[in-house]
């Protein structure tokens, strides 16, 4: 605010100084011209002009040393509040070192401890590993087996080839045996990257306690400097960031990580050697039960077959019969309408001659009405039975169609059936991995529609 009455004081104080210095400039030249006699021109300054200068010097100079005195007083609170900091800083940072030197040293403790369970894991790992090994081969013939099953069911045509239950559980089987055959090579070869994995850790951890013992070696050095020894010297640039520096979320997290990788992979380790003692366990039980259900369906599906044959025969012989009932109805259908065309050509002739009565003869009467009446009704009779008669011969159409349909599908399920037959013959090359222990095997009975038994199947 004072800044701006100056500055507009001065303001005031030049303009008015320019329109007095004009005044005065025209008074004198008149006052030169009248009297004639010329005085030399310069600039001369009112009383007004005057006492705002000395004004305008005043308040210049009382706010020049409000100025000074502001600086003064800032640079007594600075001097104060540096050394004050300066202090606490230096104490804060011992202060930090100390934890930091205690931080590290727990960090130690905790890798030294976590290398060991390491180098016990492995040893661990390395046998169950060995004993894995000797599971595998024993899945190699049933699988060939159900794979031969499989393609042999795709020779089926037609409808036929169906993703029937047989479908299902032998794609099941294969998955079954696959799955099992994956899971021991998986357990294999996953115990032999753990095992790098493990040593890859137990080599991380070992740098990560070099390390931590030269920084330690390190921030205790820095922790024992003072103000006072003789080791403190300046240096040049000493608040760049180093390359390669990290944050310290980054230093703990990756301390966090390798105790985290390392007890991972001890875990790992640990559920991988019970997988693999589980998996040689259930591996034997689980094959079996699924070939049980496969030969099961396999022989359901073939008692449906024998039944479908059967069925599809009936069907065959119903078909036949009523295209020959159909085609009797077409002749007999046809008959009939060639039966309705000579009482249609007498009612036309009738009425035909007698248009040719003369005069008032010519009366439209009761035996006209009639006459029209029946040839309309005739004409109704024909288009119906026309209707009719190709109504039969489409409905014919169809039923030979039908039947050609019929002995097209029984065909194919006759090679179905023998393909079905096929793969159950080829499937007792596992009755002796099936029932090797002798366990007697229970039969469940199966009945046709007509409730007599046909075929026993395994349960």
């Not at 060939?144 to 099941?172: A, I």
């Not at 070869?189 to 493990?198: H, M, P, R």
Request: charged share 30%; glycine share 2%.
């Amino acid at each position: 605010m004072l800044d701006l009455l100056i500055f507009g004081s001065v303001a005031f104080t030049c303009s008015y100084s320019y329109n007095m210095s004009k005044i005065s400039a025209r008074i004198q030249c008149n006052a030169s011209i009248m009297t004639k006699h010329p005085e030399k021109p310069m600039v001369h300054y009112g009383v007004p002009e005057w006492c705002n200068n000395n004004e305008q010097l005043s308040a210049t100079a009382e706010f020049e040393r409000h100025l000074s005195n502001v600086v003064r007083q800032e640079s007594r609170s600075l001097r104060n509040e540096t050394s004050c900091k300066t202090n606490w800083d230096e104490s804060d940072t011992s202060r930090m070192l100390r934890d930091r030197v205690w931080e590290v040293s727990r960090c130690k403790d905790l890798l030294v401890t976590c290398a060991k369970k390491v180098d016990d894991e492995i040893e661990a790992l390395t046998l169950s590993k060995t004993r894995t090994e000797e599971t595998l081969a024993a899945t190699v013939v049933p699988h060939e087996v159900t794979m031969e099953s499989l393609t042999l069911r795709e020779g089926r045509q037609g409808f036929e080839l169906v993703n029937d239950p047989v479908e299902k559980e032998l794609k099941k089987e294969v998955h079954v045996i696959e799955k099992a055959q994956q899971t021991l090579q998986e357990h294999i070869d996953q115990a032999f990257e753990q095992l790098c994995i493990l040593q890859k850790i137990r080599q991380q951890l070992t740098a990560d306690l070099q390390n931590k013992v030269e920084t330690l070696d390190i921030d205790n050095t820095c922790l024992e400097l003072t103000i006072t020894s003789s080791e403190i010297s300046l240096k040049p640039d000493p608040t760049r960031i180093p390359a390669g520096s990290c944050t310290p979320h980054e230093w703990i997290q990756f301390t966090k990580l390798n105790l985290a990788r390392a007890h991972e992979a001890m875990e790992m380790s640990e559920k991988m050697r019970e997988d693999m003692s589980l998996t040689r366990v259930t591996l034997k039980n689980e094959l079996k039960n699924q070939q049980r259900a496969t030969e099961f369906a396999l022989r359901k599906r073939n008692h449906d077959e024998q039944q479908a044959c059967r069925e599809l025969e009936w069907q065959l012989k119903n078909t036949e019969d009523e295209i020959a009932d159909m085609e009797n109805d077409i002749l007999k259908l046809d008959a009939d309408l060639m039966a309705k065309r000579a009482p249609l050509k007498l009612a036309h002739t009738r009425l035909e001659n007698r248009t040719c009565r003369p005069g008032m003869d010519l009366c439209r009467d009761e035996a006209q009405r009639c006459l029209v009446d029946e040839v309309k009704q005739l004409q109704a009779t024909i288009a119906i039975l026309k209707e009719k008669l190709a109504e039969a011969q489409y409905s014919l159409q169809r039923l030979k169609h039908h039947h050609n349909l019929l002995m097209q599908d029984h065909g194919r399920k006759r090679g179905a059936l023998a393909l079905e037959q096929r793969c159950i013959t080829i499937r007792n090359r596992l009755i002796p991995i099936l029932y090797g222990d002798d366990t007697p095997v229970p039969l469940l009975l199966l009945t046709s529609s007509s409730g007599r038994s046909t075929m026993n199947l395994e349960a």
